[in-house]
């Protein structure tokens, strides 16, 4: 089993439409969980971090923490075009010694 | 002002040759890391060090020798490339601390160095 899973994509949604990005990963002890949107041909940004269980909101995007399902997720609501790209889910333990373990990737593509 | 930067942007060489990748950042980090990123978009860790000291050491052949002069460099050097050395390696650094009892690694990238080995 692969530490940090996402759906294998590629994802598709119409322009407006709300874009829903999965993952899971293995480590009950992982404490800190991103989200980096990455451009084709440039580096990963983060776009949110999560700490504690729940929803947290930043505009158009909500990432979503279920700790006791082992479970992260983003939705991106009201989905742009410039949206288009893909996600990376990482996920680290919290030592000394951080170690962010990245999932695939999902690929969204936002049409107009 | 660039926050993390890496030099060159695009490296093609010839297998067997002897390369070095430069990394900079300059937003008072105590951690930098290095990633390689292959053609499926794998983004996996090499290595880390926190204030010149070697945290993190994957499973790298030791062909790939990473060095940190002080703690806002950190390169690599690549012996002997092979046909798949060729990626993406990105450069990036942390703060480490969020807060009181949190510890981040909010990765901050550089734009990249594309490696093509011939």
């Known amino acids: 089993q692969k530490e940090v899973e996402q759906n294998s994509g590629p994802l598709s949604v119409p322009e407006g439409a709300i874009a829903s990005l999965n993952c899971t990963y293995s480590?009950?002890?992982?404490?800190?969980f991103f989200w980096y949107r990455q451009y084709s041909g440039k580096s990963p940004e983060l776009i949110m971090s999560?700490?504690?269980?729940g929803d947290k909101e930043d505009g158009r995007f909500t990432a979503q923490l279920n700790k006791a399902s082992q479970y992260v997720s983003l939705l991106i609501r009201d989905s742009q075009p410039s949206d288009s790209a893909t996600y990376l889910c990482?996920?680290?333990?919290?030592?000394?010694?951080?170690?962010?373990?990245f999932g695939d990737g999902t690929t969204l593509t936002v049409k107009p | 002002d660039t926050a993390v930067s890496q030099t060159p942007k695009y490296l093609v060489t010839q297998m067997g040759n002897d390369k070095s990748i430069k990394c900079e950042q300059n937003?008072?980090?105590?951690?930098m890391y290095w990633y390689k990123q292959d053609s499926k978009k794998f983004l996996k860790i090499m290595f880390s060090y926190n204030n010149k000291e070697l945290i993190i050491n994957e499973t790298v052949p030791n062909r790939f020798s990473p060095k940190s002069p002080d703690k806002a460099h950190l390169n690599l050097h690549i012996n002997s490339l092979e046909l798949g050395d060729s990626a993406v390696y990105f450069c990036?650094?942390?703060?480490?601390?969020?807060?009181?009892?949190?510890?981040?690694?909010?990765?901050?990238f550089g734009p990249g160095t594309r490696l093509t080995v011939l």
């Open positions: 990482a996920v680290n333990i919290n030592t000394n010694a951080g170690k962010s373990t």
């Open positions: 990036a650094s942390s703060p480490g601390v969020a807060g009181v009892g949190i510890w981040t690694d909010t990765q901050y």
């Open positions: 937003l008072g980090h105590d951690t």
């Open positions: 480590d009950r002890v992982s404490q800190s």
């Open positions: 999560i700490y504690s269980n």
